[in-house]
């Protein structure tokens, strides 16, 4: 039997995405405090740019998250004005998620996260483009279901 080592925390992957997670979300946080909303609200209202209208449950998968943990974000988001809430008259179950004109107008305003992003990493749009495509291409293939 060989003597297990240990890998440094420095050199496992899982630490350095970790990091850099909690790095852009304390660069992020100036600019969302700002603005009024938390980087998981930043979240949601991204997902509702993508397409208004969209259900707790799709909104909870498009960002990996529990339903359980998306309505009371978007309760307080409501309270702010941000979003409306509108049950399914089909299914009550169901509660879609709407845009107003102020979580609509916030959009122009998030610019400034993707100039920090890119000012601050040094690299340029090619290269964050790039680290971005790897960086999802190990989370779906981590995603994906273990082939038996």
Known sequence: MTDF???PLDSQLCFSLYGTSIAINRAYKPMLDALGITYPQYLVLSTLWEGDGQTISTIADRLALEP???TPLVKR???AGFVTRQRSTVDERMVGVHLT???RDLQAK???LTDTLLQRSGMTVEEIIA????VQKLRDALAAPVKG
């Open 5 to 7: 080592q240990p890998i």
């Open 68 to 70: 359980s943990t998306i």
């Open 77 to 79: 988001m409501e309270a």
């Open 101 to 103: 004109d102020k979580g």
């Open 110 to 112: 998030t610019g400034c």
């Open 131 to 134: 680290l971005n495509e790897s």
